[in-house]
């Protein structure tokens, strides 16, 4: 099976500008969660879909927003860009609601100048 | 708010070493995983725990549940080189309900 593909790898915004990150779970998943990475604060999460249908938030700011569509995929959306919000964003599938194992994707770097 | 603390935070060996870095919380957990994750790369899912007290083996790794399922560790024997990168822990609070807490991690790196 092909993995969680995430795109684009990189990507290199300046303060105010707004972004979108796209992520594709593995094959016959239908959860997606997404999450931020820094060195300090560690993973945390952003939010988990299933099923179109978003079921957990994590404690972000309303910038952050997602959606998942018919065939899984994943958008996240960061509106109003600031410098803390460089990070590394990963996108990760598991098999369903009882699966708490995550397959993650390569991530992508923001870097936000 | 559940918790994960992992130590040491970094770890530096020679290779051939071996090595125990923890994952304690004060929460209790229906499962935890063990992820290592490489430079620019995701994290890899290496091991998920759901007994308390259950011990489980991947070649040269060694991971262990408390039996109050509240902490884990994770033990290396012989490391090597490519053993270098972030291990992380994460907890499952309630099956199905809530997503994984993650610890911080634990950076090793392995010198030959």
């Known amino acids: 099976k092909a993995g969680v593909t995430q795109t684009p790898r990189y990507l290199i915004k300046t303060r105010g500008q707004q972004v979108t990150l796209s992520c594709s779970p593995i094959?016959?998943?239908?959860?997606v969660s997404w999450y931020q990475q820094t060195p300090g604060q560690g993973l945390q999460f952003l939010f988990e879909?299933?099923?179109?249908?978003?079921?957990n938030k994590g404690n972000f700011p309303g910038r952050f927003s997602g959606r998942q569509f018919s065939n899984s995929r994943s958008e996240m959306n960061v509106s109003t860009l600031e410098l803390g919000d460089s990070a590394l964003y990963l996108c990760?599938?598991?098999?369903?609601?009882?699966?708490?194992?995550?397959?993650f994707g390569p991530g992508t770097r923001l870097t936000v100048t | 708010t559940q918790l994960l603390e992992q130590s040491p935070q970094f770890l530096s060996i020679q290779e051939g070493e071996n090595l125990t870095v923890y994952c304690n919380s004060s929460?209790?957990?229906?499962?935890l995983q063990w992820y290592r994750q490489e430079p620019g790369e995701g994290p890899v899912l290496l091991v998920t725990?759901?007994?308390?007290?259950e011990v489980k083996k991947l070649k040269r790794l060694t991971f262990q549940f408390g039996d109050a399922r509240k902490d884990s560790s994770l033990h290396i024997t012989a490391a090597q080189p490519g053993d270098t990168g972030l291990y992380l822990c994460?907890?499952?609070?309630?099956?199905?309900?809530?997503?994984?807490?993650f610890g911080k991690g634990t950076r090793l790196s392995v010198i030959a």
């Open positions: 879909y299933f099923s179109e249908t978003q079921r």
């Open positions: 725990v759901v007994t308390g007290g």
């Open positions: 990760a599938s598991s098999a369903g609601l009882a699966s708490y194992e995550q397959y």
């Open positions: 994460a907890g499952a609070a309630t099956p199905g309900n809530t997503p994984l807490v």
């Open positions: 929460s209790v957990f229906s499962s």
């Open positions: 094959s016959g998943h239908r959860s």
